[in-house]
């Protein structure tokens, strides 16, 4: 789950990671009147999406009057903001955050994520603050520099005064990042956050280190122990059928293909995105319906897909160990029965009772292109595309 840089921000100073004064605004007058309460003569104005490039979009400005806040405000609000994050369709802004200025002497990065090669977390530090970090990877990766954590163990002292002393600080600078690299490890751990990055990280002319933006994602696995968070979703910044996909327990991800995909399990969901763009085809989704694939779940995927007007054909890939091929099979012929799938459909079955999943399908009367391996119904597939 995402949430709004102003809503990170109030997270982080709940674990004493400094962060500027400001407040959310809905209105222009609301912007103002925040504005009002900063003690400040410069203003920062930023539209609050779930996308990152908002200031080379225009969704970040700075205002030295309150007349210029208001004016600024009522730009961004209502705009649609479109960045590289956003696809060429962009984002309404709905929400602004307003902001005291700071005194800015550098501009830093700094990521926390989870190595999952190594099952420790990670911090990532560069000097290279304010740029698009996926661009400092790809053009000068060793300006990224890398801190592992143990788990159990958590965040030593020397290690975050290791990350300050690479980002070239000194002196009051130095205490200051360790504070803030520990409490910002806190916050990241305490949250069961998947990413936090702040892009750019600060150093003031007063030589304190501060986030000057915010960025959290949390595994939606683990939200049960956070009720506080939960409510922090915002449903107007998500897609509509990952939204509907959620109300069934279906793991969906909406992508920009023509297939759409129903498979049970991640791994093999995955491997069935691969081997259709392997074939010539682009999946049109992620959908992992679990260990349960019966008429109800199989119907509600249905829904989902064939709600997408891109999808052209489908593939279903199911293999029966949790769940036995025979009652899948039953379960695709009932939702058909209830769910209008006005494209191809390619079946693939395979494990438990496969071959009376089979029978099932061929007398079923449905018009199913029944495939006999996962590379045989990547072909089928992506011929019913092109059909």
């Not at 709004?4 to 222009?28: C, D, L, M, S």
């Not at 956050?193 to 595994?219: C, Q, R, Y």
């Not at 999946?283 to 007007?309: Q, S």
Request: with cysteine; net charge negative; charged share 25%.
């Amino acid at each position: 789950m995402k949430i709004h840089e102003y809503q990170a921000k109030e997270i982080f100073r709940k674990y004493n990671v400094p962060v500027p004064n400001g407040h959310v605004a809905f209105t222009a007058d609301e912007a103002v009147a925040v504005a009002k309460t900063l003690a400040s003569n410069v203003y920062v104005v930023k539209a609050q999406i779930h996308a990152g490039g908002r200031g080379k979009g225009g969704g970040v400005k700075l205002a030295k009057s309150l007349e210029e806040v208001k004016t600024i405000a009522d730009q961004i609000l209502g705009m649609t903001l479109v960045t590289h994050q956003t696809g060429p369709e962009g984002k309404l802004v709905q929400r602004l955050l307003v902001e005291e200025g700071v005194d800015i002497k550098r501009e830093l990065y700094v990521g926390i994520v989870l190595d999952r090669q190594l099952g420790k977390d990670v911090f990532m530090i560069s000097t290279e603050g304010g740029m698009e970090i996926e661009k400092v990877a790809a053009e000068t990766p060793e300006k990224i520099i890398k801190e592992w954590v143990e788990p159990g163990i958590g965040l030593q002292p020397f290690q975050a005064r290791k990350m300050a002393y690479a980002l070239g600080l000194e002196g009051n600078q130095v205490r200051s990042a360790v504070k803030f690299f520990i409490a910002l490890y806190n916050a990241f751990t305490a949250s069961d956050s998947t990413l936090t990055e702040i892009n750019p990280l600060v150093v003031t002319g007063a030589g304190d280190v501060i986030a000057l933006d915010a960025k959290m994602n949390f595994d939606d696995n683990a939200l049960f122990r956070h009720k506080e968070i939960m409510e922090l979703r915002d449903l107007s910044e998500e897609e509509p059928s990952e939204i509907e996909a959620s109300k069934y327990n279906l793991n969906y991800i909406k992508l920009d293909g023509n297939v759409g995909c129903m498979v049970n399990g991640a791994g093999l969901a995955m491997g069935t995105m691969d081997i259709i763009k392997l074939h010539g085809g682009e999946p049109a989704n992620f959908l992992d319906v679990g260990g349960v694939a019966n008429a109800e779940t199989v119907a509600n995927g249905f829904r989902i897909i064939m709600n997408d007007p891109n999808v052209k054909a489908v593939l279903i890939n199911i293999f029966g160990g949790i769940v036995r091929c025979d009652r899948v099979a039953q379960g695709v012929i009932d939702a058909l029965k209830l769910v209008l799938v006005d494209a191809p459909l390619v079946v693939r079955l395979e494990g438990t009772n496969a071959k009376e999943a089979a029978e099932l399908l061929e007398n079923s009367g449905l018009d199913f292109l029944v495939a006999t391996s996962l590379e045989d119904a990547a072909k089928k597939v992506t011929a019913a595309i092109k059909e």
